[in-house]
């Protein structure tokens, strides 16, 4: 089993899910998968009072956008 699929805890483990988090993982190249592994370790700590956003990307809330429904999927 490769860390990609193992780390893909919400998915139905069918094999062609299986297939495609395993054939992403030989893509990467050592770098970038060493970074994820890093950052998704991290995510599984507990809450922090104040978690840094491991993206460089600005935050953007949408609890908070006109319809009031920001919250639902």
Do not use: C, I
């Amino acid at each position: 089993m490769t860390f990609l699929s193992n780390a893909a805890k919400y998915y139905n483990e069918e094999a062609h899910q299986k297939a495609a988090w395993d054939a992403l993982e030989q893509r990467l190249d050592a770098d970038t998968l060493e970074w994820f592994k890093g950052a998704y370790r991290g995510s599984q700590a507990p809450l922090r009072a104040k978690q840094q956003n491991p993206l460089h990307v600005t935050y953007f809330s949408q609890n908070d956008n006109a319809s009031g429904q920001g919250y639902t999927a």
